[in-house]
């Protein structure tokens, strides 16, 4: 068994406004092993991306409030750092890849600079030695360095996104956050993209949270899966566990409301009614008023509490329960 | 079956300062009464481009599009909103932007039947709005919310029901589900379904993923640089891909399945510039069978089984 580089526990987040407070992360946890793929999988609003947020510190400040909760990034709790000792993690320790590379960049500074920056920041060298090392990891993600002087608005976004990755990569992070790394690119240059993604998180043996919301992306890349809806963790297990025996009533809708290529349907499944909004949670369980197995203790019930069906595969659902008071 | 559009070499260019750009070039398309012909393909193929020229928001460089015989691209513009505009209508790619913030829902709805059919009475219009958002399933306490409030899939049931208010029986729906949840998605397309079903519409469905063209197509077209390079029923696609562009596209797209290990085949490059574009095979620089012979010569769309034609040069070879 490998050592857990992350540990995430009964994380909180909030946003507080003067007119509400969104729950945007309600209770998670979940550890990550070293050279382990993590598939975040949810729809809009489900808090994905606020998770990673609070990974990396980079909450909206003054909206944006962990409640409770510990990160343990190789035993040091990072919420217990100064924002000072968090410059220091963010970029070496733990980088993040963000879903649109055509913001993302930098537009008044070629790309070079921008990867060097990243080297220079954390790193002692010097200026030609970090140019080297940009030029190094351009040619890493299968652009010629000599391009390392051009722009931003020269590239294509395929292209842009492998310069993201290169500059989240120059320091060779313990950690790399994907925040739907591929959703803004076409499906061949998605390919591309995840193809080169593994290729180095191998070579590299680093760890990774890979936040997507398309299955298909999770099937192919990662180990392990949790699926995330209305700012809770419902279902977590390995991609085999999630995709050939998914258990949460969520899990099972969503893989059903997706077309498929290999099969014939007249008509897709749907869920009823829309994503819960987390700044209006209702009582007990947040999907039950989705739910087609929904029971009468759904919503009197306080929330469900995580079942574990076994090897590791947890489940967030009341229907479970009763096998767990059986132990 | 009847045709009820035919699209014959139809090319829609843009001059630009580096020359012109080819967005929709010598396109050629039959769609049949009561079916649906699915346009994919990557960014900047020209898909869009195709489906507003046949809206008339573009005009056709050269080419025409009959509708039930009669060539719609050239008439002068007058004439085509008097007696076309109301039969052939689009849904938009992003409902967040194509609605305007300032209307309510039912203003928004009554816009379309007010500027087209103006012997209505305003309580005539308003209850053809009604009748529009029970349609596609818009509760009626949402008459006087404003599109900021509502969630994406309800804002693209607006677009449907702006479109549909016209009676129309042509639709083309540019990518109306790429901007929504996986959820919302099969609400949305499972209600285009029914729509057709029930008022027997033709639809133009573009969009870049494959999975969802073909559950809602009967016919698929595959565009690369503004050309059509392979056409055919939707279930043959998957099962008798012959272009080298659409086999890519395919092996592109993850499966959600673990077993499903997959023979990946992946393009280098990306899509060349479709400005002042050479005479040769469009997909020449990123094809791995490329030949001296595509380089020279521009492949015509051949079709080489019943219903399946394909522009490149060694078809054969891949059947």
Known sequence: ?327 | MENLIEVKNLKKYFSTPRGELHAVDNVSLNIEKGKTIGIVGESGCGKSTLGKTLMRLHNATSGQVLYNGVDIANMPMKEFKKDYRSNIQMIFQDPYSSLDPRMNVLQLIEEPIKVNMKNLSKIEIKEKAQEMMELVGLAKRLENSYPHELDGGRRQRIGIARALSLNPDFIVCDEPVSALDVSIQAQILNLLQNLQAERGLTYMFITHDMSVVKHISDDIAVMYLGQVIEKCPANEIFKHTIHPYSQALLSAIPIPNVHVKKERMILRGELTSPINPKKCCRFVARCPYATEKCHNEEPELRELKTNHSVACHYAEKFM
């Open chain 1, 1 to 327: 068994m490998s050592e857990n580089i992350l540990s995430v526990k009964n994380l909180v987040i909030h946003y507080e406004t003067d007119e509400e407070v969104v729950e945007a992360v309600n209770n998670i946890s979940f550890d990550l092993k070293k050279g382990e793929i993590l598939g975040l999988v949810g729809e809009t609003g489900a808090g994905k991306t606020t998770t990673a947020l609070g990974i990396m510190g980079l909450l909206p400040t003054r909206v944006g409030h962990v409640i409770q909760g510990s990160i343990e990034l190789d035993g040091e709790n990072l919420l217990e750092k100064s924002p000072r000792e968090m410059r220091k993690v963010r970029g070496k320790k733990i980088s993040m890849i963000f879903q649109d590379p055509m913001t993302a960049l930098n537009p008044v500074k070629t790309v070079g600079d921008q990867i060097a920056e990243v080297v220079l920041l954390h790193e002692r060298c010097s200026r030609a030695e970090a140019m080297i090392r940009a030029q190094k990891m351009l040619a890493m993600v299968g652009i010629v360095p000599e391009r390392y002087k051009d722009y931003p608005h020269q590239f294509s976004g395929g292209m842009k996104q492998r310069i993201v990755i290169a500059i989240a990569l120059a320091c060779e992070p313990e950690l790399l956050i994907a925040d739907e790394p591929t959703t803004a690119l076409d499906v061949t240059i998605q390919a591309q993209i995840l193809d080169m993604m593994r290729k180095l998180q191998k070579e590299h043996n680093t760890s990774m949270i890979l936040i997507t919301h398309d299955l298909g992306v999770v099937a192919e890349m990662c180990d392990h899966c949790a699926v995330m809806y209305a700012g809770e963790l419902v279902e977590y297990g390995t991609v085999e566990d999630i995709f050939d025996n998914p258990q949460h009533p969520y899990t099972v809708a969503l893989y059903k409301s997706i077309p498929s290529l290999d099969k014939d349907v007249d008509r897709l499944h749907v869920v009823p009614g829309m994503v819960t909004d987390p700044s209006n949670l209702p009582s007990g369980c947040s999907f039950s008023d989705r739910c087609d197995k929904k029971g009468d203790m759904c919503n009197k019930h306080e929330a469900p509490g995580i079942v574990d069906l076994g090897n590791g595969h947890l489940v967030k659902c009341l229907k479970y329960k009763p096998e767990v008071e059986e132990k």
